[in-house]
């Protein structure tokens, strides 16, 4: 295993409050810790936009909203307008979820256009799209790659975290593969430990999505 | 237990088929099922309104679609914008999540605003609204139903039926105490036998919202 020092690990970790009965208090607290480990990104609900944006300006972390959070089960312009709304508060990345449905039937048109319209009205703040891996075969997954590369995200990511399973290596591994050279790959969800979020980078993750980042930085040599 | 007869029953019942990973054909076929059990409506996510709508055109069952859901956590104009575009598409009853942190915190005011929002781009057309009690406490579920009757919810509902538990008699009589005389009251989440259901609505439901509509209604005498 390539090992990954603490502070570079905390460099592509999007620190996560996404439980949608966290109070402002738990977000400005999750703020501080993505402040203190040096994150990447911290990785908030629409209504917490706000919130962290105050905390974390001038900090260089960014704010990372999700959009269609966690279903991806909304029109593309209600996605749209969500993540434009979301920009405006202070948004510095948007981690989109793509319509799994679609992804399911193979109606590659409409997930590609549902993720065109998140990036257009995102225009330059990157784009990552969450696929839900747990509900796709590894066909559909490479598919869902092309769409994503194709309607011009910056990134794709396994998980939401609140299915039933998050990032695996195989999965990585196929998304690496899949994607445009150009397309970043986002690993996230059932992530706790250090050893694990290791070996999902070296599968070809370059960011990874946690909430449990203390425990998993304290296990960093 | 006061007895509900298989039909009566089914008149109270939102027939469910919530999972964002539910082809358009299982939606039909839901659909196809609350026709032949005569329920209520068929609740679908936004993107499955247009597939429902056309299946259920002409036969009096409502499509009835969840907004901000699950989580609740986006932003009161996304939700009011979500909410109007599925009416254009053919809803006829909404189900919203309102901002479960907001309510945790106490900040009625924005609890309030937030469905007011809904119910304004609703126009004519019902709002319920999901409080996922399993994160509230007592005073907190208490407040929550004022604040919707005072913001002009049809209903007051426990569940989306995704976290951690769903609707409890004890729920059902406390919102039933708590919200105005004419707001009525939806359980969900979690219901899947026959006495559970009529239990629930002897404590004050009267709408029930199950996916296992088929296994609750085969235990009617």
């Not at 974390?56 to 029109?75: D, E, Y």
């Not at 899949?178 to 050893?195: H, L, R």
């Amino acid at each position: 295993m390539n090992q990954i020092t603490k502070s570079e690990l905390a460099k592509r970790i999007d620190h996560s409050k996404l439980r949608p009965n966290y109070t402002r208090q738990e977000i400005e607290k999750g703020c501080e810790e993505a402040l203190a480990f040096g994150c990447a990104a911290m990785c908030v609900n629409p209504s917490m936009v706000e919130v962290a944006a105050k905390k974390l300006a001038g900090s260089g972390i960014l704010v990372n909203s999700v959009v269609g959070f966690p279903f991806g089960a909304t029109l593309p312009e209600i996605k749209a307008a969500e993540a434009g709304k979301v920009i405006t508060l202070g948004a510095g990345e948007i981690d989109m979820v793509i319509n799994i449905a679609s992804a399911v039937e193979g109606d590659w048109d409409h997930v590609r256009k549902d993720i065109a319209a998140v990036v257009e009205a995102a225009a330059d703040v990157p784009v990552k799209t969450i696929f839900e891996t747990c509900h796709l075969n590894d066909e559909q997954i490479a598919s869902a790659c092309r769409a994503a590369t194709e309607a011009g995200a910056a990134y794709v990511k396994t998980s939401t975290g609140f299915s039933d399973l998050g990032a695996t290596i195989h999965d990585i591994m196929l998304m690496r593969k899949s994607a445009g050279p150009n397309v970043k790959i986002k690993a996230a969800g059932g992530i706790n430990y250090y050893e694990d979020a290791v070996a999902l980078i070296n599968a070809g993750a370059d960011r990874i999505g946690v909430s449990r980042t203390a425990q998993i930085l304290s296990g960093a040599p």
